[in-house]
């Protein structure tokens, strides 16, 4: 397994504030793998989503650590979302 992946869930583990998220978001990291986020928590998987946000590894990383906003990564072309949106801003209010 890819490290950038493990670091992924545990630092997105860490930030779950509502364990009863009702969506499904996935996380693909570029050359790395997925990344999925459900009602069951975190984990590595490259099920079918709600909505993929992609971006380059450095860029996820910096998303995770507060150092880029996901709203500037996506307006910059750093970071694309396909799928719904409305299901990003759910995932924002679940992130502490």
């Known amino acids: 397994?890819?490290?950038?992946?493990?670091q992924a869930v545990k630092a997105l583990n860490k930030k779950m504030t509502n364990v009863g998220f009702d969506g499904v978001v996935k996380f693909s990291i570029i050359n790395e793998g997925s990344v999925?986020?459900?009602s069951n928590g975190?984990?590595?998987s490259d099920a079918d989503a709600n909505v993929t946000l992609s971006a380059?590894?450095?860029?996820?990383?910096?998303?995770?650590?507060?150092?880029?906003?996901?709203?500037?990564?996506?307006?910059?072309?750093?970071?694309?979302i396909n799928g719904d949106?409305?299901?990003?801003?759910?995932?924002a209010r679940n992130l502490s």
């Open 56 to 80: 380059s590894a450095e860029v996820f990383q910096e998303i995770i650590n507060g150092d880029q906003s996901p709203t500037a990564a996506f307006m910059n072309g750093k970071l694309s």
């Open 1 to 6: 397994m890819s490290d950038v992946l493990d």
């Open 36 to 38: 999925i986020i459900d």
């Open 42 to 44: 975190v984990r590595i």
């Open 85 to 91: 949106m409305g299901m990003v801003i759910k995932l």
